[in-house]
């Protein structure tokens, strides 16, 4: 079984700056990409950004400048600073793991999200 857990996410005046983090356990054999969706109220689910194992990133447009992705291997866990934040970056934020387990094929895996609310 392989879990992902996020944390970080919280109400910050637009502006201000988070940072999320996720964490993957379980009987993990190796982790692909990971990244980093969001799913606003009445919206549908849309890639925020993503990164390699070897730690080459993508970025959606509406990001790009503010916002970081970053992984550290060793811990199994992505993280994604968010600077300059705006309104409309208000959403609950999920994270992604294409994982191969110890008894599992190579699937992907959804934390159960984080809300973050921009707001003043």
């Known amino acids: 079984q392989v879990q992902l857990v996020e944390s970080g996410g919280s109400l910050v005046q637009p502006g201000g700056s988070l940072r999320l983090s996720c964490a993957t356990s379980g009987s993990i054999l190796n982790i692909y990409a990971m990244g980093w969706y969001r799913q606003a109220p009445g919206k549908q689910r849309e890639l925020v950004a993503t990164?390699?194992?070897?730690?080459?990133?993508y970025y959606a447009d509406s990001v790009k400048g503010r916002f970081t992705i970053s992984r550290d291997n060793a811990k199994n866990t992505v993280y994604l600073q968010m600077n300059s934040l705006k309104p409309e970056d208000t959403a609950v934020y999920y994270c992604n793991a294409d994982v191969v387990g110890y008894y599992s094929d190579r699937q992907a895996y959804w934390g159960q999200g984080t809300q973050v609310t921009v707001s003043s």
């Open positions: 990164i390699t194992s070897g730690g080459g990133s």
